[in-house]
Structure formats: structure tokens, C-alpha cells
């Protein structure tokens, strides 16, 4: 098939393309509808002081067990006590995510919750928490050798997080498209019939003698008469009988026989 074959397969099937494409993208919209909303809260803490700046190895290994800390259930205890959200040290952390940034020596805590203002509140919680105990450790150390956490900035707004609407209308989009091209060539690839004189002179190498064009639907062939013509009712029997044609000549007297004489 040539480029102008493709084409052509497009413009013929646009419509199972485009249905095939709206069809997927309601149907990731309502996916979309149909999912619990969970919104994100970050938050990020400084490390600044005691820190080994001399191997980026040494900088992540440190940073690593920073966040480490913070992903413990005597940690997420301490912080559903003291804020009561009464969920859990095991269903904090499945809302927790900690990841260190070495370049900046920060580590950045994120909270996904349904609640968005439970999201923000627990991200403040888990932040002040772990600055007062990294505090505390470094109590009795020398200034120059001391490590210091502390809060960047206030816990982001919560935004939403899940679903990505606009994401999974897009992906069903173009899954659409794709799946409207597919079966387009499905569709050509199945119909063998020729609909057209350079089909037939293409693919049979046989020139075209003669072509009978298709007469729209409602128009009455050319020279046919737009009134019904009434159906002949077949005669009867004795109508058939009574129409009968009688033979011609006289009947011959009785007690004569014709031609005879008197």
C-alpha cells in the first residue's frame, strides 16, 4: 500500500476513528469520576550544620538515614498521639513519602490524604516532630559539630493529587485514536469487494468497459412511470366460459342433415 492508500483507509473509516476516540475518553472520565479524590501536602526540612560535604557518597549515606528516621512507627506514633488523628502508626506511614535532594541538602516530605486539611496537618506533624528530636539529640554537642533540621517553610496547599482527569482523558484520547486506526484497517483489510474502475484496473489488471452507476434511493429508474400499474384479476371460470368465442354457421334443421336434400 502506498501513502495515498493510507489516506484514503482514514478518510473512508474517519468515523469509526473519531467514535472509537470518544468512546475512550467518556470512559476515562467516568473512571476519573468514579475515584476517591486524594489531595498532597509537601513539606520540606533544611539540614544544615554537621554535614559531611566531602564525598557525595557521605552526603547521601547521611541524608538516607535522615529520612530513615523519619519513616518509623515510634515516629508516626508520637505524631498520632500528639495531633489525635486517631489513625494508626501503619496508616500514617502508607500516607507518608520521604525523599532526600543531596544538591540542596533537604529532605521533602509528602502526604497524600483524602482530607485535604488532614494532609497538611499531618505533613506539619511529621516535620515539627522530627526538628524537636533531631534537636534534642544534638543537646551537649558542640556547636561547630552539630547537625540542625528545621522546617523550610509551612506545608504546601493541598492539591489534588488523584485522579488526573485531564491526564486520563487524554491517554483515552489517543488510546481511542489508536484503537479507531487499528480497526479501520481491520475493516479495508476484511472487505475484499472493488468499488471503483481503478480499483479493478489496479488489482485485476483488467480495463473498465462499462459503468452502472447507482440510482439514489426514492428516484425511479429512467423511463419507469411514477403510477402503480393496477394488477389484471384473473377471470373466472364461468366468466371464461360466457366470453368464450362461439363457432360461426347456421345449426341444421332437425331431421335434415346439411347438404342433404328435401
Do not use: C
Amino acid at each position: 500500500m502506498q501513502l495515498t492508500d493510507y489516506l484514503a483507509v482514514v478518510r473512508k473509516n474517519w468515523w469509526l476513528i473519531l467514535l472509537a476516540a470518544v468512546v475512550t475518553a467518556l470512559s476515562a472520565l467516568a473512571f476519573s469520576k468514579l475515584q476517591t479524590p486524594v489531595y498532597r501536602s509537601s513539606v520540606v526540612l533544611q539540614v544544615t550544620g554537621r554535614v559531611d560535604y566531602g564525598t557525595t557518597l557521605a552526603l547521601n549515606n547521611q541524608l538516607r538515614q535522615l529520612t530513615n528516621r523519619i519513616r518509623t512507627r515510634n515516629l508516626a506514633s508520637e505524631v498520632d498521639n500528639r495531633y489525635q488523628f486517631d489513625l494508626g502508626a501503619e496508616r500514617l506511614l502508607e500516607k507518608v513519602h520521604v525523599q532526600a535532594f543531596s544538591d540542596s541538602t533537604s529532605i521533602q516530605i509528602d502526604v497524600d490524604d483524602s482530607s485535604p486539611a488532614r494532609a497538611r496537618q499531618i505533613a506539619r506533624g511529621f516535620a515539627e516532630v522530627f526538628a524537636e528530636r533531631e534537636a534534642a539529640a544534638m543537646e551537649g554537642v558542640p556547636t561547630s559539630e552539630r547537625r540542625v533540621v528545621e522546617m523550610l517553610d509551612e506545608p504546601t496547599p493541598p492539591r489534588l493529587h488523584w485522579p488526573q482527569t485531564r491526564v486520563f482523558v487524554l491517554s483515552g484520547l489517543l488510546l481511542g485514536l489508536l484503537i479507531g486506526l487499528v480497526l479501520a484497517f481491520v475493516r479495508e483489510y476484511l472487505d475484499d469487494s472493488l468499488k471503483s474502475p481503478a480499483e479493478v484496473e489496479r488489482y485485476l489488471g483488467l480495463p473498465t468497459l462499462a459503468v452502472i452507476p447507482r440510482a439514489p434511493a426514492g428516484v425511479p429508474a429512467r423511463g419507469a412511470s411514477k403510477r402503480p400499474v393496477p394488477a389484471t384479476p384473473l377471470p373466472r371460470r364461468e366468466e371464461a366460459g360466457a366470453g368464450a368465442p362461439r363457432r360461426l354457421g347456421r345449426r341444421a334443421p332437425r331431421g335434415r342433415r346439411p347438404g342433404g336434400r328435401n
